[in-house]
Nanobody, 127 residues
Framework: QVQLVESGGGLVQAGGSLRLSCAAS????????MGWFRQAPGKEREFVAA????????SYADSVKGRFTISRDNAKNLVLLEMNSLKPEDTAVYYC????????????????????WGQGTQVTVSS
C-alpha cells in the first residue's frame, strides 16, 4: 500500500513555471509506476505524464510535451512535475497516482491502471 501527498500548486501567470511534488509512503516505491493526471472543472480526468519505477521510461500527453518534465527520486520517494511555459488551459487540479508493476515496464497512460491516488493540488494559470 502506498499513500501519496501532492504539493506545489498555486497561481501563476501564463508563461510562468511551477514544480509539483508528490511524496509517497512505503518501502517499495520503485515497484510503482508513477503518473500525473489533471482534471479541469466540467472535464474528465486526463493523463499528463508518467514514469517507470526504474530506467527512466517516461510518457507525456501531446498537450504538455516539450513544456512539462516528470522525474523521480527513488531514494526520497518523490515524484516531480516541472511545468514550464504554462498556459491558461493548464488550469486544473493535478493528481499524483501510483501503479504497482514491473519497475522496468512502460508506465501506463490510462487512469484505470492506477490503484492509488493523492488528494490533488490546484494549479491556476492566469492570462
Amino acid at each position: 500500500q502506498v499513500q501519496l501527498v501532492e504539493s506545489g500548486g498555486g497561481l501563476v501567470q501564463a508563461g510562468g513555471s511551477l514544480r509539483l511534488s508528490c511524496a509517497a509512503s512505503g518501502r517499495t516505491f520503485i515497484k510503482y509506476a508513477m503518473g500525473w493526471f489533471r482534471q479541469a472543472p466540467g472535464k474528465e480526468r486526463e493523463f499528463v505524464a508518467a514514469i517507470s519505477g526504474i530506467g527512466g521510461k517516461t510518457s507525456y500527453a501531446d498537450s504538455v510535451k516539450g513544456r512539462f518534465t516528470i522525474s523521480r527520486d527513488n531514494a526520497k520517494n518523490l515524484v516531480l512535475l516541472e511545468m514550464n511555459s504554462l498556459k491558461p488551459e493548464d488550469t486544473a487540479v493535478y493528481y499524483c497516482s501510483a501503479d504497482f508493476r514491473d519497475p522496468t515496464s512502460d508506465p501506463p497512460a490510462a487512469a484505470r491502471s492506477y490503484d492509488h491516488w493523492g488528494q490533488g493540488t490546484q494549479v491556476t494559470v492566469s492570462s
